[in-house]
């Protein structure tokens, strides 16, 4: 039986549903119940009916499922595929900061651990980092914005304030570079320059759109435009064609690409079916707290 084939007969016997991110290899997307951004992938997770959920993205993604879903099982396939920024900031770095800027209200980006999270205020993600931004500030006069600092840069711009930044950033997006925007655009003069928040401030000023992976795939399909030059991780550039076959798509940059998401593949995806592998678990205390984070941001979004 083909791969792919056992995949499908396992996760009916389990009654299993597949999460993944855009970001993840085509034949992920193409098995996938649900292939989306952080915010989308954390609003199924909440409301999906499986016993079990097969999270094909990084581990705090997973954690988050789990965060809203914790009487199901969540496995990650690859227990490895972590997120560099993530891992830039701990509960203890966060509490300095806070201790220092005590008046300031926590806002996280959702790529940090539970740990992390339960220490936060609000969580958000690409997708509502604005709107969570503008609603802390009808009430409060400061926020402190962590891990990433060019996306928490992008945020403060959009809302003419100052934030209480932390020096986290993604290593994939950093390598994409404003030489690669101005070279791609020469030879694509037609196309609409799309860049994702996470990118150095350098690239947003030269995008049409700013926007979260889920938006991207939202433009592209809307648009009147035929042609886009795409500032984010290359997996994208799959679910972009496949949905969009007249349409042509270019990488800013071939050097965006994740090792952490690629971590994932089938055979990994049908081994996690098969051994429950890799539960993810979070203390409950942690868990309890994390949510409160998250809660607050489905609410506003
Ligand atoms: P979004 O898909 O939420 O835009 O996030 C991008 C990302 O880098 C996730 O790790
Ligand atoms: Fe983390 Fe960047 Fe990979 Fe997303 S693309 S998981 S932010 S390292």
Same mark, same amino acid.
């Given at each position: 039986m083909e791969l792919t084939d056992k995949i499908k007969k396992l996760k009916k016997e389990k009654n299993a549903v597949i999460l993944a991110h855009n970001y993840q290899l085509p034949e992920i997307h193409d098995i996938a119940d649900f292939v989306g951004d952080s915010l989308g992938l954390s609003m199924s997770a909440a409301k999906t009916d499986a016993e079990i959920i097969i999270f094909c993205g990084v581990h705090f993604m997973a954690e988050t499922a789990k965060i809203l879903s914790p009487q199901k099982t969540v496995l990650l396939p690859?227990?490895? &595929?972590?997120?560099p920024m993530a891992d830039m900031i701990n509960a203890d770095d966060l509490k300095s900061l806070q201790d220092a800027h005590p008046k300031a209200v926590t806002l996280c980006y959702v790529n940090t651990s539970a740990a992390v999270k339960a220490q936060c205020d609000y969580c958000c993600t690409s997708a509502n980092a604005l709107k969570m931004a503008q609603n802390i500030l009808k009430n409060n006069e400061e926020i402190i914005f962590i891990p990433d600092k060019y996306l928490a840069q992008y945020v403060a711009d959009q809302v003419g304030r100052k934030f209480i930044t932390w020096e986290g950033y993604c290593p994939t997006h950093a390598k994409i570079l404003p030489e690669n925007i101005m070279q791609a655009k020469k030879l694509h003069p037609r196309a609409k320059v799309l860049v994702h928040p996470e990118c150095k401030p350098q690239l947003t000023e030269l995008a049409d759109v700013v926007a979260s992976t889920e938006k991207m795939c939202a433009y592209v399909q809307n648009a009147p435009d035929t042609e886009f030059i795409i500032a984010t991780e290359i997996g994208i550039i799959y679910r972009m064609k496949k949905e969009n076959p007249g349409k042509s798509f270019y990488p &800013?940059?071939?050097? &965006?690409?994740c090792p952490n998401m690629k971590r994932i593949n089938l055979e990994k995806v049908l081994w996690s079916l098969e051994d429950l592998t890799y539960e993810i678990t979070v203390p409950q205390d942690t868990m309890d707290k994390a949510r409160l984070s998250i809660e607050r941001m489905l609410q506003v979004t």
């Amino acid at each position: 039986m083909e791969l792919t084939d056992k995949i499908k007969k396992l996760k009916k016997e389990k009654n299993a549903v597949i999460l993944a991110h855009n970001y993840q290899l085509p034949e992920i997307h193409d098995i996938a119940d649900f292939v989306g951004d952080s915010l989308g992938l954390s609003m199924s997770a909440a409301k999906t009916d499986a016993e079990i959920i097969i999270f094909c993205g990084v581990h705090f993604m997973a954690e988050t499922a789990k965060i809203l879903s914790p009487q199901k099982t969540v496995l990650l396939p690859d227990k490895n &595929a972590g997120c560099p920024m993530a891992d830039m900031i701990n509960a203890d770095d966060l509490k300095s900061l806070q201790d220092a800027h005590p008046k300031a209200v926590t806002l996280c980006y959702v790529n940090t651990s539970a740990a992390v999270k339960a220490q936060c205020d609000y969580c958000c993600t690409s997708a509502n980092a604005l709107k969570m931004a503008q609603n802390i500030l009808k009430n409060n006069e400061e926020i402190i914005f962590i891990p990433d600092k060019y996306l928490a840069q992008y945020v403060a711009d959009q809302v003419g304030r100052k934030f209480i930044t932390w020096e986290g950033y993604c290593p994939t997006h950093a390598k994409i570079l404003p030489e690669n925007i101005m070279q791609a655009k020469k030879l694509h003069p037609r196309a609409k320059v799309l860049v994702h928040p996470e990118c150095k401030p350098q690239l947003t000023e030269l995008a049409d759109v700013v926007a979260s992976t889920e938006k991207m795939c939202a433009y592209v399909q809307n648009a009147p435009d035929t042609e886009f030059i795409i500032a984010t991780e290359i997996g994208i550039i799959y679910r972009m064609k496949k949905e969009n076959p007249g349409k042509s798509f270019y990488p &800013a940059s071939d050097m &965006a690409t994740c090792p952490n998401m690629k971590r994932i593949n089938l055979e990994k995806v049908l081994w996690s079916l098969e051994d429950l592998t890799y539960e993810i678990t979070v203390p409950q205390d942690t868990m309890d707290k994390a949510r409160l984070s998250i809660e607050r941001m489905l609410q506003v979004t």
